[in-house]
């Protein structure tokens, strides 16, 4: 392959769920060369012999990674344990996963002048207090808002919020070397992208908790109960990864309009509660399946001490103001939950409907 850095792109972490469709997009609708890295490439099996892509089985911290960054003008970090059943249960896999690596990358991003786009988290708006909890309340107060907001981290004990600190001290970092040493940077915090080739199902391609989304599908599925942590009352707005991978091309094409900017990626209409998400969900579930359509779906209310074990608290309300990246971005998400979920839905059936059992 010959180089012209410009056209080159590094992406850590390009086999997981975003990074999976990133890379889908990127290998589809440009020209650019990609070298990817990721220890496990199960979702991009279908890319990897695309001549534009130059593939690396390995994490962060191989010596790889720093080779690639000299030749890329662009570096995207998606690399991160970011299931919350790992926060309070493998802190410091967590806080050192995402701290060591992403620093030495930045470094490195700085020394090579290459632009570093670093995906974050909605979670560093930490402990949120919504204006009315368990109500919806008065939205634009409850706007999280990029530059203005607090970042309101829980007490150190209350191991929840190690993944949210560590993210929030590389932005930190981020911001600072783009400050002091002048890195160009674009930082990007989704809320909630939810899509095919999510998180894995319990038992069948991975093992522990993963995110709402295939919690419930599990539960569909297996016909098991879907479990509402703490009542299912608190919110999060679903945003679908189309949607949010359209935020991501163009942050890449507006480098001007980007550079040293931080980007809410989520969709404030597809706001739900938890406990509305699980009734949506059996509702599509069964009209993405009419055979199933007769069948009850239990709902359970569960503590989340039992749920996570201890250490775990959440947020009430993670409403993005996405005011700047609709402005500067030229974005506007417009896939609704229901068509989100619907996909998002048809997805899992197709890919675990005839692995796992229906009683
Ligand atoms: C997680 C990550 O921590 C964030 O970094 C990430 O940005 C975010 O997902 C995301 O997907 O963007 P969170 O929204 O708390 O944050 O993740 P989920 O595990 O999907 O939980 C959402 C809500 O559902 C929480 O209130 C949780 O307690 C609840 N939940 C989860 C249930 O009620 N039942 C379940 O079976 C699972």
Not at 3 to 15: E, H, W
Not at 21 to 49: A, M, P, Q, S, W
Not at 189 to 207: H, K, L, Q, S, T
Not at 225 to 238: A, S, W
Request: glycine residues 8%; charged residues 25%.
């Amino acid at each position: 392959m010959s180089y012209n850095r410009d056209k080159t792109i590094t992406i850590v972490g390009c086999g997981g769920f975003i990074g999976s469709h990133l890379l889908e997009r990127i290998l589809d609708t440009t020209d650019f060369i990609v070298h990817g890295f990721d220890i496990d490439f199960r979702k991009i099996n279908h890319l990897l012999g695309n001549e534009r892509l130059d593939f690396h089985k390995t994490d962060m911290h191989d010596s790889s990674v720093f080779e690639s960054v000299k030749k890329s003008g662009t570096v995207i970090s998606l690399a991160a344990l970011c299931n919350p059943s790992l926060y309070n249960t493998v802190p410091l896999e967590v806080i050192e996963s995402n701290i060591s690596g992403n620093l030495e990358l930045l470094k490195a991003c700085c020394d090579q002048k290459s632009r570093f786009i670093y995906f974050s988290t909605s979670e560093v708006y930490g402990r949120t207090v919504s204006s009315i909890a368990g109500e919806p309340g008065d939205s634009e107060k409850d706007l999280l808002r990029e530059d203005s907001s607090p970042l309101i981290m829980g007490p150190v004990r209350v191991q929840r919020w190690s993944y949210a600190a560590s993210k929030q001290i590389i932005e930190r970092l981020i911001y600072a070397y783009g400050f002091e040493k002048g890195l160009d940077y674009t930082i990007l915090r989704p809320f909630n992208f939810i899509g095919p080739r999510m998180d894995f199902i319990p038992g069948v391609d991975g093992e522990g908790i993963p995110r709402v989304l295939a919690c419930f599908m599990d539960a569909l599925l297996n016909n098991k109960p879907l479990k509402l942590v703490d009542g299912g009352v608190n919110r999060r707005c679903f945003t679908y990864i189309g949607d949010a991978i359209d935020a991501v091309m163009a942050v890449l094409g507006r480098p001007d309009d980007s550079r040293r900017e931080i980007f809410n990626i989520g969709n404030p209409s597809n706001e739900i509660t938890i406990n509305d998400l699980a009734c949506l969900m059996i509702k599509l579930y069964k009209e993405v399946r009419p055979e199933f359509s007769g069948k009850l779906y239990d709902i359970q209310k569960v503590s989340s001490v039992d749920f996570y074990g201890q250490g775990y608290e959440d947020s009430d309300r993670r409403l993005p103001d996405i005011r700047k990246a609709c402005e500067r971005l030229r974005w506007v998400p417009g896939t609704n939950l229901a068509d989100s979920l619907r996909i998002t839905i048809k997805a899992y059936v197709d890919q675990y409907g005839n692995r796992v059992s229906q009683k």
